[in-house]
């Protein structure tokens, strides 16, 4: 029982479970990034190249077509769905590096809030209540 009872203190950590929430809240984060390059910034940019971004590719060698009209045995290099993921990493770093940055300015507040006065030191209290006790 010991390891389960460690092993319950590890888990129950606060940096732990701060980390377990950062990582779902991540996770569904990455869910609205991609679906706003997906379904906002690629057919803006799509305009521009006058095609489906996810579909921009470089055919290496071209397939057949079967009857079905897919595609099969082509060899092609996806640049569109890279630019993609690209864009995706760029706001989520962009949106990370602004939530740090006001993390680093709020610390910074706390940390120039005025420091209470200094009292008496030791010795000076010493010394008054030996006079005191002169008195």
């Known amino acids: 029982m010991g ?4 092993f319950k203190e590890f888990a129950m950590k606060g940096n732990l479970v701060d980390i377990a929430v950062a990582f779902v809240m991540g996770a569904a984060f ?3 990034v991609t679906t706003f390059t997906g379904g906002i910034v690629s ?3 799509g ?3 006058q095609s489906d971004f996810n579909d921009l ?3 290496i060698t071209p397939g057949t077509l079967d ?3 897919n595609v099969t045995g082509e060899i092609a290099v ?3 769905s890279f630019i993609t993921s690209l864009i995706d990493f760029i706001i989520v770093a962009f949106v990370m590096f602004m939530i740090i940055k006001a993390i680093n300015k709020m610390k910074k507040k706390e940390e120039a809030a005025p420091a209470p006065p200094a009292g008496p030191t030791q010795e000076e209290l010493l010394i008054q209540i030996r006079d005191l006790l002169k008195k």
Do not use: Q, R
């Open 3 to 6: 390891m389960l009872k460690e």
């Open 30 to 32: 990455n869910k609205v």
């Open 43 to 45: 057919p803006l940019v």
């Open 47 to 49: 305009l521009i190249f």
């Open 57 to 59: 590719k470089y055919v």
């Open 67 to 69: 009857e079905a009209g």
């Open 78 to 80: 996806l640049y569109g």
